[in-house]
């Protein structure tokens, strides 16, 4: 329930920034209209704090009404206004464990996608199972903003009501999800590792004290269900192609004034342009085994003969050898290469959930107990020291 007190200064402020057009000013008071959709854009800028908004206590309750999973579609950061830009892979990872989950609902699965500019993007998410793609087209969507976004999504929510929500666990989901969790007054669960149904429930599982046991989490009384889920966790399914999803174009009126944080500058980083270890093919990553800086570096010479990127345990980003953007693991990055080689790693638990999903995984250790041999494929027991240099001379001749 929304309401406006006797505070109200009649300034109007409120007005320009509600995407909905659900306020009036009668007699130089805000007054709701039933286009509210409780998204709270009204509230954020009320200078005398005169509008309220009461959520409903979670309890057990008819949630029947509720259909739908949807996915919120991430699109690239970089590319010009109005220009195409190209959908995040994590997207199609949600697609693809979304269109399971639906189907053992026996609901819809809905793409949201939030841009300046439709470049027909329906037809790559019908490809990837959605059946409907909730289109929102504006300008000020032209970039990611928290507050813009999060007031859309929220208004979407309230109008359409979908049973569970799926954002990938990238910088912007994590700053996407909570936002609107905390509006919607629901439970999010990040970092999810698994998603099934069970009850009709969205079962969440995801590691937790250090990843040293999974905790499946349900939540019964409050909707949506909300999870993230980091990139490469789900198996992309394959696409078929030509399979394409009905779009519903949704208004948004959108102000700049909501917009409290605005870009100045865009600044690329050194690595721009360099294959990111999560999208790598191969990865050869090392851990504290590698002893010093120097003799790590080797591993950058072997990873450019491979074509590939280099890797690293925590242990190893601790030390100084290779910095944290290539750390792989719970606390790093998840990744799901073709091919990755380990040299000195031990294989703890907060590193093998980030790189168990790889296809091959080859592992040098010295120690024939380590666990990391539990996990790959080929395991070689020996030096690393003296493996390496080996590898790069045979890489060499080739
Ligand atoms: C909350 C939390 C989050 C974490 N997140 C992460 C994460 O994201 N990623 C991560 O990696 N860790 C993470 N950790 C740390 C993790 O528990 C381990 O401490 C870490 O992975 C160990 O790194 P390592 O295998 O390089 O080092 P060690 O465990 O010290 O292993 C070194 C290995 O090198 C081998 N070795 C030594 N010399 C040689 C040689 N000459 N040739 C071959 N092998 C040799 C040894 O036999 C040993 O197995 C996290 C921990 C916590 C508590």
């Not at 999903?357 to 003296?386: C, L, M, Q, R, T």
Request: include cysteine.
């Amino acid at each position: 329930m929304i309401e406006v007190s006797k505070k109200c200064i009649g300034c109007t402020k409120c007005v320009p920034v509600c995407p909905f057009a659900a306020i009036n000013m009668i007699d130089k008071k805000a007054v709701m209209n039933e286009a509210c959709t409780l998204c709270g854009a009204c509230v954020q800028v009320c200078p005398v704090q005169a509008i309220t908004i009461t959520r409903e206590e979670a309890s057990a309750k008819d949630f029947s009404g509720y259909r739908g999973v949807w996915v919120y579609v991430q699109l690239d950061e970089a590319g010009e206004k109005g220009h195409a830009k190209k959908i995040k892979p994590v997207t199609f990872e949600l697609l693809s464990a979304g269109r399971r989950l639906a189907d053992e609902l026996k609901e819809d699965l809905c793409a949201v996608v939030l841009t300046d500019k439709n470049h027909g993007y329906e037809k790559d998410l019908g490809a990837y199972g959605a059946d409907k793609v909730y289109m929102v087209e504006h300008d000020e969507l032209f970039e990611y903003n928290t507050d813009i976004f999060s007031t859309v999504i929220v208004g979407l929510v309230n109008r359409h009501k979908p049973s569970a929500m799926l954002y990938g666990a990238t910088i912007q989901g994590r700053d996407l999800a909570p936002r609107v969790a905390s509006t919607l007054y629901v439970g999010l669960t990040a970092d999810c590792t698994a998603l099934a149904i069970k009850d009709g429930l969205l079962l969440q599982s995801r590691p937790a004290f250090g990843g040293n046991i999974m905790a499946d989490i349900l939540a019964p009384n409050s909707r949506p269900q909300m999870s993230t889920v980091r990139p490469n966790v789900m198996k992309m399914a394959e696409p078929v192609l030509g399979r394409t999803a009905v779009v519903v174009r949704e208004s948004a009126k959108l102000d700049k004034s909501l917009r409290r944080v605005k870009v100045l500058e865009r600044k690329l980083d050194h690595g721009a342009g360099a294959v990111k270890i999560e999208n790598a093919n191969i990865i050869v990553s090392g851990g504290r085994g590698m002893k010093t800086r120097e003799k790590f570096k080797q591993l950058e010479e072997l990873s450019k003969l491979l074509g590939g990127v280099v890797g690293a345990s925590r242990a190893a980003v601790d030390l100084g050898f290779k910095e944290k953007t290539h750390q792989v693991g719970q606390s790093g990055t998840t990744v799901s290469p073709k091919l990755y080689l380990s040299f000195g790693i031990s294989g703890a638990v907060q590193h093998i959930v980030g790189m168990k999903a790889s296809d091959v995984i080859i592992s040098v250790n010295k120690d024939p107990n380590a666990p990391i041999f539990n996990v790959a494929k080929y395991g070689i027991v020996g030096d690393a020291h003296e493996i390496v240099p080996k590898l790069i001379e045979a890489l060499r001749k080739n």
